[in-house]
């Protein structure tokens, strides 16, 4: 790996930020390979973090369980999570990935026996990167949409329509909701399902790849690709812009909803307690695994992105920022959207749960038909639907980062010689397109929902979340990294990260994780129940990074040389450099002879 200089690097309670060597050559004559990046300034850190917690999750998906889950009781849970379990897993990811400076598997030479945490979030962040951009081409299809009045989701005399379209709302055909035949689907639902989706009857029908999507799909990960392609110095900059802009579109919408007849039935709905629902374990649950999704825990990328920061940043002020960022956000975006669907609600004349959507349902169908209503309408709904590609391309190309950091550090003197990693983020771009072909198919949305579910949210991100407490806080010992965080910041910490680190985030994870299995139920998409086949096919999704960490640490143990305490030692011991040591930290001579 690229060292970084013992020589020029700070003494142990050093505050400069210690420089990096010039890259080494691979052997005498070789070719060189290039120095590992870091950020240009703290301000390309903060916003890439920003963007990559701050997305998609924050828009639709919190304020759908806090409307699902008792309101403004749902803060409890929330914050009981946020505070025990979502910022100190933040912090320790970004943590280690500064101090180590490397990504997401080779971050592990912090504790050898664990580097199995490493390949499996590197496996999650694939298989996130595969399914995640959908997303962004469902937007990119309905932007271009967008550009035409009517706006074609708002009648029923399109090719895609049925005979029981009916646009429901007084202020467009004059009628009332009770009006409507029996059965009636909104214009939206039908340009939703039979437009963009194409949707068959189920997983059983895959069909074939919708081409409009197809280009939609290509364009997003021509954008993504020549974002990451020249690393952080290209990445860094575009963070600039996508991660400001949504706030700024959010402000304008909340201001826009606010105004709107019936915004206040939807904010009084979204805030108002009930307590009851605190009895329901579900509800836990729901705040848990929100917590650890929106701060992208268990992924690698909070790693990366730390693992480019300069060895003295005061990481734990930006990361307190961030913290507080990204919970605000949530909040606020739950006002933007309870406006709207009261607006909905009161234009429809039915209860503001009847249009309230989780999920994609939330930004495909109630958003588009709240825009649909409003004066305007093709110039809301291209605003709406930038703001989404702006969210989810940071996301998204955070994500790649994140992968291609984790690959490129473990293989440093292959793949960062010349225009190599150029060349690897184009073959992942092109694997990750191919795969994604089958998400953009007539039934791609339940492939979709299936990757969602399975393969890097909910039961999978508690897995990993447990064992890299265990790694740092039990075997690589919380009192180091204690030290290792006042070696780089100059301050020590306060003992509440050490609580959770050791004990309150572990239980919190374990306790959620066991609950869940118990819990499971076939998987749903709306009132479509997944076939046993299929289940399966999601355990296998997870179960593809789950056992990884197990198998790792039997092979890595049973590997080593001598009696079983003599093998602990050798593959707990870490692989330091001589100024991320401890005065007392002894040199691990033995463990590079082996080779470990």
Known sequence: MLDRDPVTSPPFWGTQASPQKSAPQEEAGGPEYRQRETWANNAEFVLSVMGFCVGLGNVWRFPYLCYKNGGGAFLIPYLTCLVTGGVPMFFLEVGIGQFMGEGGISVWKLCPVFTGIGYGTTVISFLLNIYYIVILAWGLLYMFYSFQSPLPWATCHNAWNTPLCSTFSRGVNGTNATDVAEGATDPVVEFWENNILGVSSGIDEVGVPQWRLVLTLLLAWIMIYFIVWKGIKSSGKVVYFTATFPYIMLAVLLVRGATLPGAGLGIIYYLTPDFSKLVEAQVWIDAGTQIFFSYAIALGSMTALGSYNKFNNNFVKDCTLLAVVNSLT??????????????????QGVPVAAVAKSGPGLAFIAYPKAVSMMPLAPLWAVLFFFMLLTLGLDSQFVAVEGFVTAIVDVFPQYLRVGRRRELFILATSAVSFLIGLFLVTNGGVYVFTLFDYYSASGMVLLWFCFFECVAVAWVYG???????????????????????????????????????????????????????????????LALVSIVIIPLYFCARLLAAPGSLRQRWQLVTTPLLEPHQRRPQDKPDVVLHQLGV
């Open 478 to 540: 919380c009192g180091r990294f204690y030290d290792n965080i006042q070696m780089m910041t100059g301050s020590r910490l306060g003992p509440w990260l050490r609580i959770c680190w050791t004990f309150l985030t572990p239980a919190l994870t374990a306790a959620i994780f066991l609950f869940s299995l118990a819990t499971h139920s076939p998987l749903r998409y709306n009132s479509y129940v997944y076939p046993v086949w299929a289940d399966g096919l999601g355990w296998l």
């Open 330 to 347: 949530s909040l606020f975006s739950g006002f933007v959207v309870f406006s709207v669907l009261g607006f909905m609600a009161q234009e």
